[in-house]
Structure formats: structure tokens, C-alpha cells
């Protein structure tokens, strides 16, 4: 009986392959959409799942409690080492600090270097603990004495191969900032490419003392570490988080405590919107697309399976005359929308690993030192063999089940007598109401799209209040002295440079700790905070600042004792005028400084926030920056020129240098990557949208044929009988357009709140979008009614 099926099924399906291709490409369409996201989202939290102590291991991070709270993902240095040593429950804790902008040199025995690198993010300091947290594969070394000693090193095998150029690295050396050597003592596989932990180089925590202090690693205020605790089997992990106020209580200060408070998260939330780039909201909104996608294509396939029904009518009949039960049919009518998902399956695959690559390198170029490897073999791994089986038994109920009970009920009697007519057969409510869905689904993804596009435009004709453009960014280094006034004499003798100053960031950068301070003769620290920028007396010339009141910062300055404010932050204070400021004495980094100037407002951060309260601080030390102003038409021999000055002055360092511009655009890279998504999305709605109203209009040319032919008999003009169907597909997307255009508002419109400087919402945006699916749906159904217009009537009237 299953070859009978088989046999049956194969037939029709050849027969009828023009309508099943369609029925295969929209399925296809909608599995290949839910398939690649679900694999991303599956990815995303598969993030650090693979440490072998993973229900037990926790993840210790800070609050910032001031004007505002402001939640970190690091923890005090001596936290780890308070925690393993005075709580019994606790197992091991490791600290861990990520590298940012070290540079690692590899001697070549001659007093020189062989290689230069500038490393960021990839390596870290660690202690021997790690290796009890992590999943880290050994290659060789001893795993419990590499990070014993300062001055250490464990290498990944690429890394080992980068630097050495062969894996075998055991006792070689490697110079840090030029300050200290360290031996590599160990070698580990690479890590795996789903983690937050991408650490290719650990140096031993007591290496720290050795550039900084011994005191550096008892500061219980700054937050430079990392902490990870491992608990004992069958600890409760209530009792840490009941520890973390104790250790807060016995090593803060009074005034400390009122700032900082610790937290506690699971491991496996290392991929967390603290320190990820997957917070979960977006990720279940993703799973939520995907669901509707995939239900898209289903209803594209009920559509078109039902409005082909009076094909099937007089096979049904007869098979019911024969003795053909209810259920057999169901079976039946079953087995054909298994194959016709199976190929769609089949055709998803295909697709879904065709735009894969394409998936990667989006990831992979909108977040830092990710390198996502997602592919359809995925698949394959149990958890993901679960949900994609239920899914194929999902999507086969959900695109046959209504199909095959509507088909299997048809009474004989009326199918033989030629009586059935397709509105008798029923269904027109449910596939009107799918249809409406359809529509709504279409119109929420382009009002989305519109609105999306329309902020991020916003976004990019903003007036930042200062110059960015033609403003080139050199980082110095980290240590030593920096001979600033050499490198700006040097650098404004090359052909193109315009200025050149010395600070700690552009006016707009994406570091923005707030800082306390106290005005004039107040001792207690403000009720708000600022942003502070180091900056020299050439800052405002090279970034188009102008003061409102006061005067610039003077060069002789040495003891970094003047200071420039914002007119916000003077706003805050409630002084007014503003020159009020200018000779008053202001508080901060626990010294006494004086406010010379106030300058104009400018952006210090992304359009999310508000103007916020600035100063700049005359502070040589902390001004690791060299930003220099290139005049218009400059060529790459001014940046070769600019780089060999560097090289000159600062052989043992890498140049890394970067234009402010492009430093910038990472502040709308999340609007920009949402952008293309929702693009995307839109794009396959629509499509999806198309099939659909294709297959409605299919079935209303067999329910209303007969209709048409007698009122073309009846002296009817085209323009009324395209009446017939316009007003059909008006009211379904009316009706779609009610529910979308309110939803979308809401969303949009919430959305839109986490901008401090954005767009309205206006009806012009509902009204371009009313159009837009108007417009689509004319073009999509336009063929096929004029072709069921014009049909001679004899061919609907010949059966009576």
C-alpha cells in the first residue's frame, strides 16, 4: 500500500509541477530563513557551554552605583583571591585581565626584534586556576606550574606558529612593551571560535607586580579584572551571592560601599549583554522571525494546495466510491506534502548554506576578533538534530494537516454530480484570514524597514559639534615617556598635516566612565558626574571647539592644574552666566584644579545619550593619543610619511593608527547590522506575501468563476469585474493594515525611546507603507485577474 501511495504521489506531483514549484519555493524560502537563523541564534548560545564545570561555575561582576548605575563585567583584583582563600564552598577563582593595545616582540637574538605585534583583546593575564574553569586543551607543558612565576607565558598553537613560526615553543622568549621578557612556558590548542574567553597568549598574574607594583593587586576600586569562582560540588550558590556584601562590607570603605556593589551570574551567561554581543531579547526576537517566516511559508502552501481542490475533486470521488476511508486519504494527501518538504528541505539546505559564508563575515565584521564557523553541519550535533526533526514534523502538520482534512471530506454524491463547488468545499474564511496574516506580517516588516532606515540616516547627519572628518588617531605607547613636542614639530614638517594634539580620546569616544568632582568651595562630590578627556592647549584648534567663555589651556601648564568645561556641565551646577565658572576652583582625581574656559557643547558619546557633562584636563600623562588634522586632498605618502616618523621615534613599538571617522561609525554598528537584517527579513516577507496572495487569487478565479461568466453574460465591463477582485484583497489588506499600523507605531515608537536624538513617527510612515503593499499587490496579482477576466464565460457556464 505505501508503494501504491508512493506511486500515486509521484504522479501527481509531476503533473502538477508548476504550481508545486511555487509550493516548494515558498516552503523552502521560509525554512531556509528559519534554518539560518536559528542556526545563528543556536551559535549565540552556544557561547562558552563547553567548560567542563559549567553548573557550577559563576561569574562575579560590578555595579557602579552613581549618578547613574552603570553595570561593568569586571570585579576588583583582589576579589579571587579573597573568595578561594576565605569561603570553603569555593572550589578555585581566577582572575583575568584582557589585553588592550601591548605590543609583543620576538628577539632575533641580535639585540633587535625579529617581529612586532600589537596585540589586543586576544591575550590576557591569568593565573594557574584558569586551567581548573576552562575547557583549555593542553599540547604541551605542565598545566599546573606554567602560570606559577611571573613572567610566563602559555601560547595557542597559532599563536605559537605567529611568532615563532613553529608550534614547538616551549623556552623561547617573547619581550612585553619592551619592559619584560617572558618564557613560553606551555602550549594549548586554539580556542574554540564560540567563546567570549578568546584568549590565544596567557601571561601569569605576577607579572603585574613586576610592571606596575605590588600594590596594584590590593586596589579594591579599580575594576581591572575579571572574576570567575568555581564552586564545590554541592555548594549553593545562594551562599556566594550572600558573601559578596560581606566582602563588600569588610574591604570598602564607607564611602566605597555607597558605589559598588558585586553581582553574581552563571557562567553560561558569559555572553551576556555586559560584556556579549547577544543580549537575549534580540535573540528570542530573532527565534519569533524565524517562527513567522516558516509560518509564512506554510500558509503559502495551504493557499495553493486548497486552491487547487476542485482539481482533486472527481479522483476523491471516486476513491470514496471505491471504498477509499476518510483516513486513508489523510494519508494519503500526507505523504505528498512530506515529499514536497522533503525536497523543500533539501532545496533550504542549499540555500542556507549559500548565504552561511556571507552570515559569518557579517559576524564576524561587526564584533571584534570573532570568527563564527556556522554551517549546516551543525546540524547534525544532537541538540540541533531535535529541533530540526521537529521541525520538519511541525512544518508537514502545519502546511498538510488542514489541506488533507478539507480535501477528505468532500461528500461523493456532489463531487460526481458536478454540484462541489470550491466556495461549498469551504475554507475561503481561513485562507482569508491567513491572508490577512500575511498582509499584517508585510506591512509591520516594511513600516520596521522604513523607520529603521530613516533613524539611521538621522544618525548619520547629526552634528557632533566638533570636526571628525580628516582627523587621524595614532595611539602611543602604553609606557615610557612620549616626546611630544619632537613628534609634533616632526609631524607638522610633513606635506598634508595640518595640527597635531596630544590627548586621551576624540571628543567622542565609546570610553565614558564617569568621573565625580566637586565645585568651588563644596567638599562633598557633586550630585552628578563628567566625562573627562585629556587634552593639551592645540585640542580645541584640531577639533573646530570654540569657547563661549574664558580662554584656552595654557602650554606652560606642567602640573596639569587647568581645566575646561562644557556649558552642560556649567548648567548642571545652576550657574549662570556661564563665565561665572571661569577662575573657580573645581575637584577632581583627588586634586584641586582650576576652571579656566567653557566650550561649546559637542557629543561625547553615541546618539543614545543625551549631551552629557565634559571636561578637559590638561593631563600629559594620560594623553595616549596623538590626533592629527590632515589638510583637504591629502595623499597615502602624508600617511607613509606620519607612520615613519612614528617608526623613527618609537623603533620598538607598533604603529597602529586609525581615521576619527571610521573610529565613529562603530557607534551606529549595531543600527547599520540591524538595518540589513530587517532589510533582509522585509524582503523575504514580501516575497512570501506574493505567493500568497498569488494563491488566493488562484482559488478566487475557481470560486467565483461562475459568477464572472454570468456577469460578463449579463452585459458586466472589465473595470466591475476587476472590482470584484480588487475589493476582496482591499478589505484583506485593510484589515491587515489596522492591526500592523498601531503594532508598528508601538514597537517603533519604543524603539525609538533608547535615542536621546532621534526621528518622530509620523503618518507619512504608515501612509508610504499602505502604499508600498498596495502597490505590491497589484503588480503581483495584476496578470492572472485580467487573465480570469477575460476568460470566455462558456468555460465557467458550460458545466450547467
Avoid at 597559532?158 to 623561547?172: I, M, P, V, W
Avoid at 567563546?195 to 597568549?201: A, I, M, P, V, W
Wanted: charged share 20%; aromatic share 10%; hydrophobic share 45%.
Amino acid at each position: 500500500m505505501l508503494t501504491h501511495y508512493l506511486k500515486l504521489a509521484g504522479r501527481r506531483l509531476w503533473r502538477e509541477r508548476r504550481v508545486n514549484i511555487i509550493r516548494i519555493g515558498g516552503l523552502a524560502l521560509g525554512l531556509a530563513c528559519g534554518m539560518v537563523i536559528f542556526l545563528v541564534v543556536n551559535y549565540m548560545f552556544s557561547f562558552d557551554r563547553y567548560h567542563p564545570h559549567i553548573d557550577r561555575s559563576y561569574w562575579v561582576v560590578t555595579d557602579i552605583k552613581r549618578e547613574h548605575t552603570m553595570p561593568t563585567d569586571a570585579a576588583p583584583r583582589p576579589m579571587a583571591d579573597v573568595l578561594r582563600r576565605e569561603y570553603p564552598f569555593v572550589e578555585s577563582a581566577v582572575r583575568l585581565e584582557t589585553f588592550f593595545g601591548r605590543n609583543i616582540s620576538v628577539p632575533d637574538g641580535k639585540g633587535g626584534w625579529a617581529k612586532k605585534f600589537g596585540e589586543a583583546r586576544n591575550m590576557c593575564y591569568t593565573e594557574p586556576q584558569y586551567f581548573d574553569l576552562f575547557g583549555v586543551e593542553w599540547v604541551s607543558g605542565d598545566r599546573k606550574t606554567a602560570l606559577a612565576v611571573p613572567n610566563t607565558i602559555v601560547l595557542s598553537e597559532r599563536y605559537a606558529r605567529k611568532y615563532f613560526d613553529t608550534e614547538n615553543a616551549l623556552g623561547r622568549t617573547l619581550r612585553l612593551d619592551n619592559r619584560t621578557t617572558l618564557t613560553v612556558t606551555g602550549i594549548i590548542k586554539n580556542p574554540p571560535p564560540n567563546t567570549q574567553l578568546r584568549y590565544d597568549g596567557l601571561v601569569s598574574y605576577g607579572t603585574i607586580p613586576v610592571l606596575e607594583s605590588q600594590q596594584a593587586l590590593q586596589d579594591w576600586t579599580g575594576l581591572q579584572a575579571m572574576c570567575f569562582v568555581l564552586l564545590r560540588q554541592g555548594a549553593n550558590p545562594k551562599q556566594l551571592a550572600e558573601a559578596l556584601p560581606a566582602v563588600r562590607q569588610k574591604y570598602l570603605s564607607d564611602e566605597d560601599r555607597k558605589h559598588f556593589e558585586y553581582q553574581l551570574l552563571p557562567l553560561k551567561e558569559l555572553n551576556h549583554e555586559r560584556s556579549g554581543m547577544a543580549p537575549r531579547p534580540i535573540l528570542y526576537a530573532l527565534i519569533l522571525i524565524g517562527m513567522l517566516l516558516i509560518l509564512a511559508g506554510c500558509i503559502n502552501y495551504v493557499n495553493l494546495a486548497t486552491a487547487q481542490a476542485l482539481q482533486r475533486s472527481r479522483e476523491i470521488g471516486v476513491r470514496k466510491v471505491m471504498g477509499s476511508s476518510r483516513r486513508q486519504l489523510i494519508r494519503q494527501f500526507l505523504l505528498e506534502t512530506l515529499l514536497l518538504t522533503l525536497v523543500a528541505v533539501a532545496v533550504a539546505l542549499l540555500l542556507a548554506q549559500l548565504v552561511l559564508p556571507l552570515v559569518n563575515q557579517t559576524l564576524a565584521g561587526v564584533v571584534e576578533k570573532l570568527d563564527p564557523s556556522i554551517s549546516i553541519l551543525d546540524l547534525l550535533e544532537p541538540r540541533a538534530m531535535v529541533w530540526f526533526t521537529a521541525l520538519i514534523l511541525l512544518v508537514v502538520l502545519m502546511a498538510g494537516l488542514y489541506p488533507a482534512l478539507m480535501l477528505s471530506r468532500f461528500n461523493p454524491t456532489k463531487v460526481l454530480s458536478g454540484r462541489l463547488t470550491t466556495r461549498s468545499a469551504g475554507g475561503l474564511r481561513v485562507r482569508r484570514g491567513l491572508i490577512t496574516g500575511q498582509f499584517l506580517l508585510t506591512q509591520l516588516f516594511l513600516l520596521i524597514v522604513l523607520v529603521i532606515t530613516t533613524q539611521l540616516r538621522h544618525m548619520q547627519s547629526v552634528d557632533w559639534g566638533f570636526r571628525h572628518t580628516g582627523v587621524l588617531a595614532v595611539w602611543m605607547p602604553r609606557e615610557g615617556a612620549v616626546p611630544f613636542s619632537q613628534l609634533r614639530e616632526n609631524w607638522l614638517r610633513v606635506p598634508g598635516v595640518e595640527r597635531v594634539t596630544f590627548g586621551s580620546d576624540p571628543p567622542a569616544a565609546p570610553y565614558n566612565r564617569p568621573v565625580p568632582f566637586s565645585y568651588h568651595t563644596r567638599t562633598e562630590p557633586e550630585g552628578f558626574e563628567t566625562r573627562l578627556r585629556a587634552a593639551d592647549d592645540h585640542y580645541l584648534a584640531a577639533f573646530n571647539l570654540s569657547l563661549v567663555a574664558g580662554r584656552n589651556l595654557n602650554p606652560s601648564d606642567t602640573a596639569g592644574r587647568e581645566v575646561i568645561v562644557n556649558e552642560t556641565l556649567v548648567n548642571k551646577l545652576g550657574v549662570t552666566p556661564v563665565s561665572t565658572v571661569v577662575g573657580k576652583q573645581i575637584r577632581m582625581k583627588d586634586a584641586d584644579r582650576v576652571i579656566v574656559g567653557v566650550v561649546r557643547d559637542f557629543r561625547s558619546s553615541d546618539l543614545h545619550s543625551p549631551v552629557m557633562p565634559v571636561a578637559l584636563l590638561h593631563d600629559a600623562p594620560h594623553s595616549r593619543m596623538a590626533m592629527i588634522t590632515l589638510k583637504a586632498g591629502y595623499t597615502d605618502k602624508t600617511l607613509d610619511a606620519v607612520q615613519a616618523i612614528w617608526d623613527k621615534t618609537f623603533p620598538d613599538q607598533v604603529y597602529r593608527g586609525q581615521d576619527v571617522d571610521s573610529m565613529m561609525e562603530r557607534f551606529t554598528e549595531t543600527e547599520q547590522l540591524l538595518a540589513g537584517f530587517v532589510q533582509v527579513f522585509a524582503l523575504i516577507a514580501v516575497g512570501m506575501s506574493c505567493l500568497g496572495v498569488y494563491g488566493l487569487v488562484m482559488f478566487m478565479a475557481e470560486a467565483r468563476g461562475k459568477e464572472i461568466g454570468v456577469r460578463r453574460m449579463l452585459g458586466a465591463r472589465t473595470g466591475q469585474l476587476l472590482w470584484i477582485f480588487g475589493r476582496e484583497f482591499g478589505q484583506l489588506l485593510g484589515i491587515g493594515f489596522l492591526v500592523a499600523a498601531p503594532l508598528g507605531w508601538w514597537l517603533m515608537g519604543s524603539w525609538l525611546q533608547q535615542y536621546t536624538h532621534h526621528v518622530t513617527m509620523s503618518s507619512w510612515m504608515l501612509l508610504v507603507t499602505l502604499l508600498a503593499t498596495l502597490l505590491i499587490t497589484v503588480l503581483t496579482v495584476y496578470r492572472y485577474v485580467i487573465k480570469a477576466v477575460y476568460v470566455n464565460p462558456i468555460h465557467y457556464l458550460r458545466a450547467e
